[in-house]
């Protein structure tokens, strides 16, 4: 049986939402509506909602004063008998956003959410409700689950371009009527300055929207809070957030390109060399401006599980946060690698726990691409791979291990999904193929970027024994979004089969590639 298809949510995609969206523009983009009450809160940054589970949810906004935030649910767009949701007190202190817990939400249901501000001072002076919807995972396996997937935004000077219509790849996203958008990392690029124009090689003309934040490279909270205000510019991903909830991971750009803990910075933009100093204002301002479950516990991290009924388990990795330094990664033993010895056994633990159909394992980084880092003129490695395709060293050794504990474990239905390289591509890795051969095969798909210049493809390295099914890249670097090349995969779980089906597609939502994988296996 294909997924369950909900009527309620075209009529938001088609209506409300989109109005209420048009309707709550940022000063920046437009006038405040004639109707809007003098005085009162506004949310003209919309709202979103993160981290949906088969009973809870996350719901965000931002207002444009001080402001008390209150959510309120219903099964229907008519709100008649809603129920209400007291949540923070948003202030400077968070840079006027905030996030309120739903729980006890119904299972597999459709959840109409508006988001109130009122005044502090007077609970009486509300502004006007801004609207949205998400859908709960379905506890009942034939309902199925879809997806979407991409990375990598307003990335190599290409930021918001009011020509093309801006972030349009959103639009394609939203009309598959996904359960949520997984979004791999490098939701801003911190350290991606924008300029109102860009000469394109074809003698036309790039133009950026543009905002005194991203005028340089980010390195105060305030710099880094209006990088994440930069996004929400765009009408398109406004209207998507009212509509699909997110699973959101980060990579190296929401602080600084192919960052690691304890770096000292080289690069002349930068006053703050210290790298720990600008992620801990990042991680900050990430925060603060996604729906997040993890980063409201005193532990603040970004790994986590995402479970999405019986058919779906979703494992978000943090590849930035404990790394060891880059280097020419080509060391015999190294305990730390990419992902620190503490989130591996979680990984482990957590794979383990996981009685769900699919595994889909979220990496910020690929495994068997060769991601070179020459920031600072060596030949260091910023990824996994390090180009020797013989047994594994450096931070190949911990991907080697959990890839040996899956097939020990008999743990099934693995399936890797990640962005950063800026193509779209689908690898099967092959014990018959490794220099390591104790594993299972398994698949990674590659898709990106959803507003960012396109790159050639990477190299592979043959230690886990990648087999290149499918690419598309370009043969220059740093095409612009107006050359094409932006991509975002789409992944669907049969709920009578339970087989998976992947489709890369480009950003008008064509498909590119289709690989259907069946469930059981160890592996896969």
Known sequence: MSHRPFPGRRSVLRGSLAASAALSLPTALGAAPAFA?????KAGWGVQAGDVTSDSGLVWVRSDRPARMIVETSATESFRNPRRWHGPLLGPGTDFTGTTPLRGLPSG????YRVLLT???DPRRTGEPVTGSF???SGK??????????GDQAGQGWGINPDLGGYRIYEAMGALDPDFFLCSGDNIYADGPLTETVALPDGRTWRNITTEEKAKVAETLAEFRGNFRYNLLDENLRAFNARVPSVIQWDDHEVTNNWYPGEILGDTRYTEKNVDVL???ARQAFSEYFPISTLRRPSGRVHRVQHHGPLLDVFVLDMRTYRNANSTDDQPADAQGILGREQLEWLKRELSRSRAVWKVIASDMPIGLVVPDTGDGKPNIEAVAQGDPGKPLGRELQIAE????IKHRRITGTVWLTADVHYTSAQHYLPSKAAFTDFEP???FVSGPLNAGAFPANTLDGTFGPDRVFIKAPTTANVSPAGGYQFFGEVDIDGGSGELTVRLREQDGTVLFTQVLQPGRVGQ
């Open 119 to 121: 005044d502090p001072d």
């Open 141 to 150: 396996r034939r309902d199925g689950v879809r997806f979407v997937w991409s």
């Open 135 to 137: 859908r709960t995972a």
């Open 402 to 405: 959990l890839l040996r504990f």
């Open 279 to 281: 992620a801990s204002r």
């Open 442 to 444: 398994f698949w990674e």
């Open 109 to 112: 249901e459709q959840i109409h």
């Open 37 to 41: 009450r003098s005085g009162r809160p």
